[in-house]
C-alpha cells in the first residue's frame, strides 16, 4: 500500500526545536508516512512558498506544530507562517469539516494553545517528552485511520417485535451494510486491484468480513488465527500463509497483518493464481483473489466451484473467529463480491453438476451479496447462507437456479473432505 503523504508546517523557534520536529519526520517515515519537511525536502534555490503550497495542497495530512512562536506568527501572519496560513484557511473555509489539518502543541504553554483560524479542532499534546511514545502512536493512528477504538454496528431494537431490522440475521440489501463498506476495506482493495493486474487478470472473488464486537489483538494473535483457521480441501486456501517464503510471507503493520501471494503456474495457460488478504487489528478481514477458472479455461464461471469457494469462506469465518474469542452468539457481516462476470459462460467443473443447458451468460460484469450470521450457526445454516451468498450471482446467467439437492451435496462433500 501507498504510504501517506503528510506535510509538516512549524517555525524554526530555535536549533532544539528544529531538531525535535526533525526527530518526528523520521520517526513518522520509520512507521509509513511519507512525511515532507524543509529541512530533507527543500533544496538551495528551490521556491519556499512553491514548497510550502504545493506541501500543503497535495498532502493526504498536515501536521501543524503549534509552539508559542508559532501562533504568534501564524495570528499576525508573518513570515512563512503566514504565507501557510493563508493556504490552509481557504482549504479550511471550503470544507469546515475537514480532518487534513492536525495541530500539535510542543512548546507551547499560552493560553492560545492553536491559531484561531483553525477554530476549535483536537490537537495531540507533544508538550510532555515523557508520553512522546503514546502520543506518537496516537498520531500514526491518526495518519492511518486505524482508530484504537472501533465503533460497534448498531444493533436491533430489542423492543421492536413487528418486523426484522435492517441488522437482522440473514440477508441484506448489498452496500446496506456501512461497516463493510469502510474506508479500510477500500483500500485493502484497491491494492489488490493493482496486485490482479500485474499477474494478469481482472475477474476475481472478494470476501469482506466484519465482526459485531470490540476486538483488538496484537499482529502475532491474527498471524496465529489466521494459521489455524487455513482449509486444506480445495486448491489454495482463503487465507494462505507461506512462512518459509520472504515474499509471500504474510508482513505486519500498524493496523494488522497482510500477504500477496502469488502461486500455481499453470503448465497450459502460463498463468499463476492471485491472492491478496489482509486482516485488521479489530478483526476485519478481505480477501481478493483470481477465480481458479480462469487458470484453467476462458469466459466461464464453474458454479460448483464458486459454491465451495462460498462454503470455504464461511468455514474460515467460523474458525477465524472462533479463534480471536468471538462468542457464538455474535454477529458477523459477510460479503461476497464477484467481478469480471460478463460475457461468461456458466457451467461446472464436475461432470457429474453438469447442467442442461450449459451456455448460459452473464451480462452483468459484477454480483454483490450480503448477509449477517449468527457465528455458532454458521455450520447448522451453512447450505442456506452459501445459497443466499451464490444464488443472486448465477440468477444473472439468464435466469439460472442451481437445484436445493445440488447445494447440498457440493457443500457437505466439501465439508467432508471431499471435493
Not at 504553554?109 to 499534546?125: A, H, M, Q, T
Not at 489454495?236 to 504474510?250: E, F, Q
Not at 467443473?349 to 457465528?375: F, G, Q, R, W
Amino acid at each position: 500500500m501507498s504510504a501517506p503523504r503528510v506535510f509538516i508546517s512549524y517555525s524554526h523557534d530555535t536549533p532544539e526545536h528544529k531538531s525535535w520536529v526533525l526527530t518526528l519526520a523520521n520517526d513518522l517515515r520509520d512507521n509509513g508516512v511519507d512525511a515532507i519537511i524543509d529541512q530533507l525536502d527543500l533544496e538551495p534555490g528551490q521556491d519556499l512558498s512553491l514548497f510550502m503550497q504545493a506541501g500543503i495542497l497535495e498532502s493526504a495530512k498536515v501536521l501543524l506544530i503549534c509552539s508559542e512562536n508559532y501562533v504568534k506568527k501564524a495570528e499576525a501572519g508573518k513570515g512563512g507562517v503566514g504565507f501557510e496560513r493563508l493556504v490552509v484557511t481557504a482549504e479550511v473555509v471550503k470544507n469546515i469539516d475537514t480532518r487534513k489539518f492536525i495541530p500539535i502543541i510542543r512548546n507551547n504553554k499560552s493560553s492560545i494553545e492553536v491559531p484561531r483560524f483553525l477554530g476549535p479542532r483536537v490537537y495531540i499534546n507533544f508538550n510532555d517528552d515523557a508520553s512522546y511514545v503514546a502520543k506518537r502512536e496516537e498520531l500514526l493512528r491518526a495518519i492511518h485511520g486505524a482508530p484504537a477504538l472501533t465503533k460497534r454496528p448498531v444493533g436491533p431494537n430489542p423492543f421492536h417485535t413487528s418486523g426484522p431490522t435492517p441488522q437482522s440475521v440473514g440477508v441484506i440489501p448489498p452496500g446496506n451494510n456501512a461497516a463493510l463498506d469502510d474506508q479500510w476495506f477500500d483500500r485493502e482493495a484497491s491494492s489488490a486491484i493493482k496486485g490482479l493486474a500485474a499477474a494478469g487478470y481482472t475477474a476475481n472473488m472478494e470476501l469482506r468480513l466484519w465482526p459485531h464486537i470490540s476486538i483488538s489483538k496484537s499482529q502475532p494473535e491474527l498471524l496465529t488465527c489466521v494459521e489455524n483457521s487455513e482449509i486444506h480441501t480445495f486448491g489454495r486456501p482463503i487465507g494462505m500463509v507461506i512462512p518459509n517464503v520472504a515474499a509471500y510471507k504474510p508482513k505486519p503493520h500498524m493496523d494488522g497483518i497482510r500477504a500477496e501471494i502469488t502461486s500455481g503456474q499453470n503448465a497450459m495457460t502460463k498463468r499463476s493464481l492471485y491472492d491478496y488478504w489482509a486482516l485488521r487489528s479489530n478483526g476485519a478481514f478481505f480477501l481478493k483473489q483470481s477465480l481458479f477458472e480462469d487458470q484453467c479455461t476462458k469466459n466461464e464461471i464453474y458454479f460448483d466451484t464458486r459454491i465451495v469457494r462460498v462454503t470455504e469462506a464461511l468455514l474460515f469465518a467460523l474458525n477465524l473467529y472462533t479463534g480471536l474469542g468471538v462468542a457464538p452468539d455474535a454477529q458477523v457481516s459477510v460479503r461476497v463480491s464477484h467481478h469480471g462476470l460478463a460475457n461468461r459462460r456458466l457451467t461446472s467443473a464436475t461432470n457429474a453438476y453438469l447442467m442442461a443447458p450449459v451456455d448460459k451468460i452473464s451480462h452483468e460484469a459484477e454480483c454483490h451479496a450480503e448477509i449477517v450470521v449468527v457465528l455458532g450457526q454458521v455450520k447448522e445454516r451453512l447450505v442456506e447462507h452459501v445459497t443466499q451468498l451464490t444464488a443472486p450471482m448465477f440468477m444473472l446467467f439468464d435466469y439460472s437456479k442451481i437445484p436445493e439437492q445440488t447445494y447440498t451435496t457440493v457443500v457437505r462433500r466439501f465439508e467432508n473432505g471431499n471435493c
